[in-house]
């Protein structure tokens, strides 16, 4: 075995130092840009989240500690009893004999303990009112409206992507058309595509209507997708499902072309059918590519922002499609209180890491597992 010498050592830590050096100037542009667009930005939010900061305002920012995220996190819980009619001792009934309670607002308005909160919903047990108040109910509504949203799309998508992508590498006559067509919505514009999708939802004069209509014969329908609260979060769902479908896709096409074709034929060798080779060679051979299908599409999930902005507002009513995305923007430049916003930025940016963490370490410990 021949031992390098000292000048041929030299020659190649110098070459090793000259390769490090080209790689941080390539990587120079792509540092830069991280840095500026989103660990500076970050930072700044951290320092802004504990100011009165506003974008217009002569006074100058003050520091206000913890207010902001106390504002943001406050929750209490206020027990009312039923009322009690004078006559009889029993409690109030109203007309359809449900039990009458107090007003929550003007106890929440009138008491010291209860300054500045609003109430968020109300659970009736055990004989009592529980009112459950927040500071700021709207970003509690808003975050349940982002895991809700994230609790349907990953999963749907995900399953449609992963089908899609078995579909088209089948490597059928128009397989390339229709993996165009199923990835041409990733590349359009999201507020296009929302406005298109306002004019399909529309109660009057909508294909999705129409198409319902048609085929139940009249007897369904029309539906006002976006202005009735309690289908605007699905109509929302239904969309972006469609039109992230296909990033997804691609991501699974990539990892099925990877998986060797001689583990399909033994299989087949071995007597498994279409499910069996689905199940125990195309599912372990996608194991890191649906790591981080998954990973990636609840990030994406939790950014809601363009569709909820474009064709709800937020509404159409009591917050219903609501994000935490669209709550900072609204509290922070169309409210113009730029710290608030800020804070709801930061609590936010640490849930969606702490969820990211979790999945990661959930995923990788069934991996293990298997």
């Known amino acids: 075995m021949q031992t390098q010498t000292p ?6 830590s110098d070459y090793r130092r000259i390769e490090a050096l080209f790689g941080w100037i390539m990587g120079a542009p792509a540092f830069l840009g991280v840095f500026l667009f989103v660990i500076l930005p970050f930072l700044m939010a951290i320092v802004l989240s504990f100011t009165n900061q506003r974008l217009v305002s002569p006074n100058p920012p003050r520091f206000i500690g913890l207010d902001n995220y106390s504002r943001l996190l406050s929750i209490t819980v206020l027990a009312l009893e039923p009322a009690i009619d004078e006559t009889t001792g029993e409690p109030l009934l109203d007309d359809e004999g449900h039990v009458v309670f107090p007003r929550s607002r003007s106890i929440l308005r009138t008491e010291e303990a209860y300054e500045g909160f609003f109430e968020w919903f109300t659970v009736d047990a055990f004989g009592r009112r529980y009112v459950i108040a927040a500071k700021d109910p709207t970003f509690m509504r808003s975050l349940l409206n982002n895991f809700l949203f994230a609790l349907v799309v990953v999963p749907l998508q995900s399953s449609i992507a992963l089908l899609l992508a078995v579909m088209v590498n089948q490597g059928i006559p128009g397989s390339n058309f229709f993996r165009t067509a199923y990835f041409s919505p990733v590349v359009t514009s999201m507020a296009v595509i929302s406005v298109i999708w306002i004019f399909l939802y529309n109660p009057e004069v909508g294909l999705i209507n129409r198409f319902i209509q048609f085929i139940s014969f009249g007897r369904a329908g029309p539906f006002n997708w976006l202005g009735d609260t309690q289908s605007a979060m699905v109509a929302i769902i239904i969309m972006s499902v469609w039109q992230g479908a296909g990033f997804q896709m691609t991501i699974f096409l990539a990892g099925l072309q990877g998986i060797p074709q001689v583990l399909y034929e033994a299989a087949s060798i071995d007597g498994a059918n279409a499910w069996q080779r689905f199940w125990n060679v195309t599912v372990p051979g996608l194991r890191n590519t649906t790591v981080f299908v998954i990973i990636t599409t609840t990030i994406f999930a939790f950014r809601l922002f363009t569709q909820v902005d474009v064709m709800t507002g937020g509404g159409p009513r009591n917050d219903a499609t609501s994000t935490v995305v669209f709550h900072a923007v609204q509290q922070g430049f169309r409210r113009l209180d730029l ?4 804070a709801i930025s930061v609590v ?23």
């Open 7 to 12: 000048a041929a050592r030299g020659l190649f």
């Open 339 to 342: 710290g608030y916003g800020a």
């Open 348 to 370: 936010f940016f640490l849930i969606v890491l702490v969820i990211a963490l979790i999945q990661r370490r959930v995923l990788s410990t069934s991996d293990q597992a298997v």
